[in-house]
């Protein structure tokens, strides 16, 4: 007879999880440190991992590294069902699948991760971030056809390493130059390792685990000086950590902590703060100090993760969808809503969430992971899976081909749904959801299984006291839409182990069943622990209640969010898909808006919840859930046109401005859908408001007061920088947007302005743009100054020639003359073409200041 369940306390709430754990970090001291102290948060509240008893069917934190709660299942353990195994099928199909067709860095030709010396023509980092989501995706749908071919480049990787231990592109090769200051780059291995552990995982390939013993060995006698030198590598190095990890906890070798300890040394300095701005050494590199902290015991490192994480959010993500804005780098006075991440960024978040889970135990760290996962990621794609953006914001009005900087600080098609372009990003997204997938559950203390985040999916496992007895469980759920989640037992005889399942954070109680029976619960557990002796049969249901939430960014001009469940919403607005590029099979796409969009809501302010209302569909039968047709769940609400919030110039959505707004639009029935079914969105809302504390938004200045147009502009450069008002540090400068002639060399060209009206103009004055030293743009040989006379263009009179200098402004004063345009004629310089950052017209037009 089965035992009748309980819903243990002792990790419910987290005082007592605390309360429990406690002894056993003070019992565990090594030579590395003696500190008993525990970590906390920045509000005091303790944080440390869980339970740690055993035992575990799987490689988990051997001594004298801490033990954690949860340790990762092997790469097929868990297998998705329902809309996430579509998205799955969908990335298979789709380009990502097939990209070694479109990608000239995946050309096996050539290619140094597939020369036994390790030299080639290409192939970086691009290798093993394709591989890494590849080969992960056709491992969970058993995709035979795709798992050789995944096979082909783990073949080669093995194969590259030579007598020294070294492995895959070798130093001062193509492939490798510039991404390092020093003799070695090893930031393209760090990816591999995670493809190669994946086919460890998937196959036992023993292989494998002689590569990485090899490798290891190779790095820790590489000298102190010489290792991880700037950039990428010294950035990231907190995954060559993880890895290492991974090897010594499946085989003890005491030298591999040495290592980690070698490699923590060498990293970008993490644990004192926000190292870099770039986005995605951000999302990728923020937590790793939390992976070390398991064999230094330094609370110091553990606290590390979540400061960096708050860090983040406060300076650049005051914004839904779980992320923060840089677009490319986080830039101080860009931290609008309407600020991107890159896809990278977003899928690297997630995965360091996924090992956070594990390293720490926390709760928090899933929470902030299905957050990205249903938020952000799915409207980073086509629905289809066939093409992807590099950058998307939590507002956007519109996805083209054109320039955003300066509003975006990446210059070029960075918005264009193009499955050909997007170097890094079509490359790596591949990952997000295998991996995913590969977490939702991870095995628990005394032979558990742990539920740490939310899906329809299958689990297989070891579970139990001993031995262990093979269990399946199946997941079925049509979460985040719905919140109510169904698990069925089936096990190869009848076996006691605890269920542990995850509450998220906006759950304020959950509702268990066993075959029919509640087990009680209390307000605020985030882990519920059903212990008892299952059967083939047991059936658990799971009741997450969600209401609407609300959330003002008041560092954001008091803007509003609205959640329900793990879900936030977006206006919806009607897309126009425009085919722009690609090819017929793989074709790339604009998306322009055909509804109005800049609305401000009516919020009822003694009830605000009750001013929205929750509307539920069918579920799709093709298992698509994140688009306008499809998704099962919208919010019905209010709201008010503002019509001086307008797009700029480029494109981009106009600012927010302080709410509450006033306005005198009618109010109107507008739908919200969720975040990640809206390629168009609005997730960040003005609040209409009728008091004194609203204001009248205010309608920006024209930026730019002449028209511009030139002989020749290269598609990721724009002619609207010429007079952006962005004042270069040199003529190098690449943080800019610019204006260039590429690709025409030695070419005489022009560029012009028109004005609206004629005016009197007596100056010029002309930055060049000259990046000598990382592409084919110098000044021009020589300059010359015209103005339109009618139909004509004409030489300034008593003008001199238009300086060439470098690294200054080069202004030209001549008599006061009327006229209705100004002309540069260029003569680029042989081989060379060229570019201009800033050009301006004196006396300034008052309009454009």
């Known amino acids: 007879m089965c035992r009748p369940p309980t819903c243990d306390r002792f990790w419910s709430s987290r005082a007592a999880w605390i309360a429990l754990i406690i002894p056993i970090f003070a019992s565990a001291t090594t030579a590395e440190s003696t500190a008993q102290v525990q970590p906390a948060r920045p509000d005091g509240e303790t944080r440390v991992p869980g339970p740690v008893d055993g035992p575990f069917h799987y490689p988990v934190n051997r001594e004298p590294l801490i033990k954690t709660p949860f340790a990762r299942l092997p790469v097929g353990a868990v297998r998705p069902r329902g809309w996430l195994r579509k998205q799955l099928e969908l990335q298979n199909a789709g380009f990502h699948g097939h990209l070694g067709e479109l990608s000239g860095f995946l050309r096996k030709e050539g290619n140094a991760w ?102 290891f060995r190779w790095e820790l006698q590489v000298p102190e000086e010489e290792f991880l030198p700037p950039f990428w590598q010294q950035q990231r190095a907190g995954d060559n950590l993880w890895s290492v990890h991974w090897l010594y906890n499946r085989t003890g070798e005491k030298w591999l902590l040495d290592l980690a300890r070698k490699i923590h040394r060498r990293t970008a300095p993490w644990s004192d703060g926000i190292a870099n701005w770039h986005n995605v050494n951000m999302s990728q590199a923020f937590g790793g100090p939390a992976f070390f902290y398991a064999q230094s015991r330094l609370p110091r490192h553990f606290e590390a993760a979540e400061r960096n994480w708050r860090t983040m959010r406060k300076e650049y993500g005051q914004v839904p969808g779980g992320m923060f804005g840089g677009d490319e780098n986080c830039r101080p006075g860009f931290s609008d809503p309407r600020q991107a991440i890159e896809t990278c960024g977003m899928v690297e978040m997630m995965f360091s969430c996924e090992r956070l889970i594990q390293a720490t135990g926390d709760p928090v760290w899933a929470d902030r992971c299905e957050d990205v996962a249903f938020n952000s990621l799915p409207a980073a794609l086509t629905a289809d899976l066939m093409a992807l953006r590099y950058l998307t914001s939590p507002n956007m009005v519109l996805s083209d081909r054109h320039d955003k900087s300066p509003g975006l600080q990446n210059g070029g098609p960075m918005l264009h749904m193009d499955p050909y372009n997007h170097r890094c990003c079509q490359h790596n997204f591949g990952h997000g959801w295998p991996y995913f997938v590969e977490h939702l559950w991870m095995a628990a203390y005394r032979g558990g299984l742990a539920a740490v985040m939310y899906g329809p999916c299958d689990v297989t496992a070891k579970v139990g006291p001993g031995e262990g007895v093979e269990a399946s469980i199946q997941t079925d759920t049509h979460y985040p839409f719905e919140n109510g989640i169904t698990f069925r037992v089936t096990v190869a005889e009848p076996v006691e182990f605890p269920l542990v399942l995850r509450v998220p954070e906006w759950c304020e109680q959950a509702g268990v069943t066993v075959n029919g029976d509640p087990i009680p619960t209390r307000a605020g557990e985030r882990f519920l622990h059903v212990a008892r002796t299952w059967k083939t049969g047991d059936l658990v ?37 425009a085919r722009e590029g690609g090819s017929d099979r793989w074709p790339a796409w604009e998306i322009h808006p055909t509804t109005p969009w800049n609305y401000a809501l009516e919020v009822d302010a003694a009830n605000p919840e009750s001013s929205f209302e929750i509307v539920r569909r069918a579920w799709p039968g093709n298992e698509l859930p994140f688009t306008h047709e499809g998704t099962p769940i919208e919010v019905r609400a209010s709201g008010r046109k503002v019509p001086e919030w307008q797009s700029d110039e480029r494109g981009l959505v106009g600012l927010l401005q302080a709410s509450p707004v006033r306005t005198e639009e009618p109010i109107e029935s507008i739908t919200l859908i969720p975040m990640g079914a809206a390629r168009l969105r609005i997730a960040s809302f003005p609040v209409v408001g009728k008091g004194p504390d609203a204001t009248a938004w205010k309608a920006p200045p024209r930026p730019f007061p002449y028209r511009a147009s030139a002989s020749h502009c290269n598609d990721s450069d724009t002619v609207s920088a010429l007079e952006d008002r962005l004042v270069p540090e040199r003529s190098g400068d690449t943080s800019l947007r610019r204006f260039t002639w590429w690709d025409h060399r030695g070419t005489r060209e022009w560029v012009q302005y028109e004005f609206e009206k004629r005016r009197a103009v007596s100056a010029v004055a002309v930055y060049w743009f000259d990046d000598t030293g990382i592409g084919q743009c110098r000044v021009p040989a020589s300059c010359r100054l015209l103005y339109q006379d009618g139909a004509e263009w004409r030489p300034v009179p008593s003008a001199a020639p238009v300086g060439v200098d470098v690294d200054r402004w080069n202004r030209v004063a001549f008599p006061e003359i009327t006229t209705s345009g100004l002309r540069l004629e260029v003569q680029l310089r042989e081989s060379y073409s060229g570019g201009i950052l800033e050009w301006r017209v004196e006396p300034e037009v008052a309009d454009s200041k």
């Open 541 to 577: 249901t799971l009741a997450l209640p969600a209401k609407v939430r609300l959330r003002t960014w008041e560092a954001n001009h008091n803007s509003l969010s609205i959640d329900a469940g793990p879900l936030t919403y977006s206006l919806k607005i009607g897309e126009r898909y």
């Open 114 to 215: 597939l020369s036994k010396s390790g030299e080639g023509d290409h192939g970086w980092e691009e290798v093993p971030y394709w591989l890494k989501g590849f080969g992960d995706c056709a491992y969970l749908l058993g995709d035979e056809s795709q798992i050789r071919e995944a096979r082909v480049w783990i073949e080669g990787a093995i194969a590259s390493q030579d007598e020294t231990g070294f492995f895959g592109p070798r130093p001062g090769t193509k492939t490798t130059v510039g991404s390092t200051q020093g003799k070695y780059d090893l930031w393209p291995n760090m990816v591999m390792l995670c493809c190669l552990q994946s086919h460890h995982e998937f196959t036992g390939d023993p292989r494998v685990i002689e590569l990485m013993t090899r490798y």
